[in-house]
């Protein structure tokens, strides 16, 4: 039986999800013989370079790391040949890997993947998730193809989303359960049956637009409800409350909210409760808990009924 903590691994990611991953297989002992992350980029107002979450994790414990343009041409290659890897793993890497690099390594290429293949390929698995309502969602671990997460899968689990889990607290649930998937999926490595996508299932989740950021409470209130979430506690919705633009986040959904009659107009404040505000939808109400001003921090939104920012019957308006 082969012993997977024997294997060259090469791993590829970028951001905070592939950090921890990679970091969970270093704490036990699997062989990362490199790292690649895409290049380093200026953030902040001084435009400073900021390594990768990835790159942090592999300089820690000194792991040779590489951030060419391209892993599938040039130096990218070059220095991935060199490395001679036996398998290659991918969690956020955010390149596609072409034929030369999939046909390198002896025991394939695998990405994890935050979604319940072959639902939600693409660039955000976990946001289009809870924005569209689903009740779970999950791990998968798939051997890369061309064609974009479309390969075999050999490991899968899920987990469910509660009606009012935020995007934070699935990507937690997720990461838990990639790193757990992982291991299971190297240590298991020899008695692994794979399993084939089923193509008429497939669907896309396509990368986040400046639109999508978009609040309309003309909408139903889960509809309302599940934008709001999709993108809490981080980017948060974009409305305009009385002629400014604010950022919208943390709503809390229950059916009781549903059974409120209230003549206003959608987007009213119609009520002011000890932990938010109840903002009249096309057939309910939901209550948000917390916004962000033009400029400013986010602060709770008893706190901006509480500084006059806000106020009973106040109006937001499509952004």
């Known amino acids: 039986m082969t012993n997977s903590k024997d294997f060259k691994i090469v791993f ?18 699997f062989n990362i013989v490199g790292v690649f992350s895409q290049p380093d980029k200026p953030k902040g107002r001084g435009k400073k370079l900021q390594p990768t979450p990835v790159k942090i994790v592999a300089l820690k414990y000194n792991v040779p790391v590489f951030q060419p343009k391209s892993v599938n041409k040039g130096e990218g290659f070059d220095f991935l040949k060199e490395l001679n890897p036996d398998i290659i793993i991918t969690a956020a890497f955010g390149k596609i890997l072409r034929k030369n690099v999939l046909k390198l390594p002896p025991k394939g290429c695998w990405n994890v993947h935050a979604s319940l293949l072959p639902k939600y390929r693409g660039a955000a698995p976990i946001q289009r998730a809870i924005e ?18 479309a390969g075999d899968i050999a490991i899968q689990k899920s987990v469910p989303i509660e009606i009012n889990d ?29 399993k084939p996508q089923n193509e008429e299932e497939a669907s896309y989740a396509e990368k986040i637009t400046k639109e999508d950021l978009k609040i309309d409470f003309n909408n139903d209130t889960i509809k309302v409800h599940n934008k709001v ?28 909210l549903l059974t409120i009659e209230n003549k206003e107009e959608p987007g009213t404040i119609i009520a002011i409760e000890k932990d938010g505000i109840l ?3 096309r057939d309910g109400a939901i209550k948000i808990k917390e916004i962000q001003f033009p400029g400013k921090k986010k602060i709770t939104t008893i706190d901006a ?15």
């Open 279 to 281: 903002v009249k939808c």
């Open 305 to 319: 009924i509480n500084g006059k920012k806000l106020r009973l019957f106040g109006q937001f308006s499509p952004y």
């Open 12 to 29: 590829m990611g970028t951001p905070d999800f592939g950090a921890q991953i990679l970091e969970e297989l270093i704490k036990n002992n």
């Open 229 to 256: 979430r999709a993108y809490d506690p981080y980017r948060g919705v974009r409305s305009v409350y009385e002629k400014e633009e604010v950022k919208i986040f943390g709503s809390e959904f229950s059916a009781d």
């Open 132 to 149: 569209n309502g689903e009740k779970e969602t999950g791990i998968s671990i798939f051997k890369m193809v061309e064609a974009l997460d």
């Open 166 to 194: 935020n995007y934070g607290l699935v990507y937690e649930k997720l990461l838990s359960l990639a790193k757990d998937a992982v291991l299971e999926f190297l240590n298991s490595f020899d008695q692994l049956t794979l």
